[in-house]
């Protein structure tokens, strides 16, 4: 907890004045649950969007502008080392392996005279006639 505080702290990022308040925040109710906050470290961090203020600004000629006040959901999420463990752990399971099973080839449906991949074979290989070479 106290290196993610020294972060935020030294970070010249406006955010960061928030997030270090919203920590604090978090550690705070944390200690008052009664886990040991030493053992404490951010599992994880997620920044949403939120609603948006929308206001007008003026401008010339009678028209405005829109302007967007936009706001965010942070989301920290606090967990023990020990708990971080047995959740890696949880995840690591081992698979296991499912055989393949063997599916009867599909019948080749007939049909009457030469399917279509066959009529193109045989059109292909045909060589172009003399007279269609002559005529110019």
Known sequence: MEEALNILTF???SAARSLA??????????????????????????????????????????RANRILKRTCHITLELNTKAK????KLAAKAPKIKVPKVERAPKPQAKTAGTSLAAATAEASSKKPSDKAKTKA
């Open 11 to 13: 970070t010249p990022k």
């Open 21 to 62: 308040k919203l920590l604090r925040s978090a550690v705070a109710n944390a200690d008052a649950k009664g886990y040991d906050v030493d053992q404490l470290i951010v599992s994880n961090a997620q920044v949403g969007e939120a609603p948006q203020m929308k206001r007008f600004r003026p401008r010339a000629m009678g």
């Open 84 to 87: 971080l463990k047995e959740l």
